[in-house]
């Protein structure tokens, strides 16, 4: 059976990354369809997309910035809804290789749709693998071999992950709530619960990121302070439900955290009150999943 696949990218005031993405996929050796979600974009976004509209090629406006977790959760939903069999998750900055999808669906195949998500590794402008999307075989491992074509992981990134419909069904929708930043490791890991989860080694896409570092407030500037606030709130909500494992790891992370602002950054209390007031913050987080039908 042909499945039918769409690819849902989300993007927010980045036409250019967009429109090299969207081309990346018209260009794929095997056919996909793209939903564009919009979060309501100021720079010209949907002008700028108008030549690519087709029934290939569908634009959608969320009327506000719901953050790449509200974006997700809206595309998500709209692709489940429409139909489709497959949904390929990607931000903007995602340029899949041209046999990229053929790869995923390739496994899906093999696979008999037993699985829970599928993703494709990530690779830097250097040829490296991004560090922001390095898949997690465990609560604190990541992966390291790829000499085979499935590697079993636990979590992934929304930078070129495959799901099968029927599993947003059954688990629910992408939490919106988180906003920004971990929204994707919640919803993998909630998948991978549930099911075997793979990265499919000979996937591969460009994260097209002006730098491969990882985000660090340490080093960060202090207008971007608002933006950690999700970070830890919500990393507090994915790892409290790995009971003492995730506190093992959530723990010594946000203490090494601490420690780097105050040896090494500006804004030093400025900082660490962002770090603890969200960290508590995420012992009150109990957002509600949300369902398709």
């Known amino acids: 059976m042909n499945k039918r696949t769409a690819a849902v990218v989300v993007t927010y ?21 793209v939903l564009v979600v919009d979060n309501a974009s100021t720079d010209g976004t949907a002008e700028a997309l108008q030549p690519l509209l087709s029934d290939r090629v569908q634009y959608y406006n969320t009327g ?53 998500f599928l993703s494709g590794l990530a690779y830097w402008k250097d040829g490296s693998l991004c560090n922001m999307n390095i898949q997690k075989t465990g609560i604190k491992s990541k992966i390291e071999d790829l000499s085979s074509p499935l590697v079993p992981v636990i979590m992934a990134t929304f930078v070129s992950v495959l799901i099968p419909s029927e599993r947003v069904r059954e688990v629910g929708l992408p939490i919106k709530e988180f906003f920004i930043w971990s929204d994707d490791l919640e919803y ?50 994915v790892y409290r439900r790995e009971g003492i494992k995730g506190w093992l790891y959530l723990l010594p992370r946000v203490c090494l955290h601490l420690v780097k602002v105050l040896l090494k950054s500006d804004h030093k209390w400025k900082k660490m009150k962002v770090i603890l007031s969200s960290f508590f913050a995420g012992f009150r987080f109990k957002p509600a999943i949300e369902y398709v039908d």
């Open 13 to 33: 005031n980045r036409k250019d990354y967009l429109l090299r993405s969207v081309h990346a996929l018209l260009g794929q050796s095997v056919p996909v369809d």
């Open 64 to 116: 506000s910035n719901l953050g790449g977790a509200g974006g997700f959760q809206y595309g998500t939903r709209l692709a489940v809804q429409a139909g489709y069999d497959l949904l390929w998750l990607m931000d903007d900055d995602c340029i899949p290789e041209r046999s990229a999808l053929e790869a995923l669906l390739k496994a899906d195949e093999e696979l008999a749709g037993n699985y829970g």
């Open 188 to 237: 993998t890991r909630r998948l991978s619960r549930k099911w075997p989860c793979y990265v499919v080694t000979g996937s591969r896409a460009l994260h097209d990121m002006k730098s491969n570092d990882k985000v660090n407030i340490a080093t960060d500037s202090a207008d971007r302070l608002g933006r950690y606030a999700y970070l830890y709130r919500n990393e507090v909500y």
